[in-house]
């Protein structure tokens, strides 16, 4: 629905959020990118090899690896996908600068 709305391709997410194929998509740079990830000898012949390059994670806490996404990718993010609090809280003023980044760029926020 961001991607709709905002007519923008790309995602910034931190956190697990299902196997969806934009969630998949992180890891299709290469053949074997997946392994580790699914069960052995499970394939991911589903995943469009299309969405490779539209999902960059970033970890929790970690605002200054989401700046440097939204530097390198902000024009293009449709949405900042995460929990606002994971197993610990967020660090003071974490959450207000991924709002920011999101404001910055046009992302949608999506909590």
């Given at each position: 629905?961001?991607?709709?709305y ?11 959020h299902?196997?969806?194929?934009w ?19 499970l394939?991911?012949l589903g995943v ?7 999902l960059h ?6 605002l ?8 390198e ?7 900042i ?31």
């Open positions: 629905m961001a991607r709709a905002t007519g923008k391709t790309k995602i910034a997410r931190c956190g697990y299902g196997w969806h194929d969630y998949l998509a992180a890891n299709l740079s290469k053949d074997k990118a997946l392994d580790g990830h699914l069960l052995p000898g394939e991911p469009p090899r299309g969405l490779t390059g539209t994670p970033f970890p929790y806490n970690r200054d690896v989401l700046e440097r996404i939204v530097e990718q902000g024009d293009q993010l449709a949405a996908v995460m929990e606002p609090v994971r197993e610990m809280g967020p660090e003071p003023g974490f959450l207000e600068g991924v709002r920011a980044c999101a404001s910055r760029c046009g992302a949608v926020l999506i909590f």
